[in-house]
Nanobody, 116 residues
Framework: QVQLVESGGGSVQPGGSLRLSCAASGFTFSSRTMYWYRQAPGKERELVASITSTGERITYADVVKGRFAISGDNAANTVYLQMNSLKPEDTAVYYC?????????WGPGTQVTVSS
């Protein structure tokens, strides 16, 4: 069965960094595009970054370009999100997601709080 489990969230001061991880199982990780989304309180879930299975195509939301970096490790079935220069507006629950057999699967999410 498909499972996605995020980790690495926490509380950090503005300007700080966090590295999120998403461990995947139950599908062929190396053939899937992986995505990071986030949802802030009272807001809709939004796409943060995506990476194709080969790593050749990477996309970022404009609000995180230059600060966040997505990467994947096919051997470890894990996708990462390095977040630098964090801002209070980055506070949200961060989710990783993948489409498997035409169905989108989500992890439970990990909370990121940026506050002084």
């Amino acid at each position: 069965q498909v499972q996605l489990v995020e980790s690495g969230g926490g509380s950090v001061q503005p300007g700080g960094s966090l590295r999120l991880s998403c461990a995947a199982s139950g599908f062929t990780f190396s053939s899937r595009t992986m995505y990071w989304y986030r949802q802030a309180p009272g807001k809709e879930r939004e796409l943060v970054a995506s990476i194709t299975s080969t790593g050749e195509r990477i996309t970022y939301a404009d609000v995180v370009k230059g600060r966040f970096a997505i990467s994947g490790d096919n051997a470890a079935n894990t996708v990462y999100l390095q977040m630098n220069s964090l801002k209070p507006e980055d506070t949200a629950v961060y989710y990783c997601t993948a489409v498997v057999a035409f169905r989108r699967y989500w992890g439970p999410g990990t909370q990121v709080t940026v506050s002084s």
